[in-house]
């Protein structure tokens, strides 16, 4: 059973940076999509950024121009660039993978943008 596990969340000012990384313990091609989601305290866990296998990219349009999802197969990792962030970000970051057999998530890492 591939796993996933999230890193690299934590504290930073409005206007900086963060990137969070996704590593799967097993290849990412057995995932038609990977994504990250998000889920604010009293809010439903919502899209953030998507990649399909063939790199194509969809994003929330809260985030469109500020975050960046890239991946990279050689080391089965996703990755999240956030710039310009903002205290509306703050959230637990979710990574996704669906495939065939179903909808894998990692355990979550937290965002606080602080203003």
């Known amino acids: 059973q591939v796993q996933l596990v999230e890193s690299g969340g934590g504290l930073v000012q409005a206007g900086g940076s963060l990137r969070l990384s996704c590593a799967a313990s097993?290849?990412?091609?057995?995932?038609?999509?990977m994504g990250w989601y998000r889920q604010a305290p009293g809010k439903q866990r919502e899209l953030v950024a998507l990649i399909t296998r063939g790199g194509a990219t969809n994003y929330a349009d809260s985030v469109k121009g500020r975050f960046t999802i890239s991946r990279d197969n050689a080391k089965n990792t996703v990755y999240l660039q956030m710039n310009s962030l903002k205290p509306e970000d703050t959230a637990v970051y979710y990574c996704n993978g669906n495939s065939p057999r179903g909808a894998l998530w990692g355990q979550g890492t937290q965002v606080t943008v602080s203003s």
């Open positions: 097993g290849s990412i091609f057995s995932f038609n999509t």
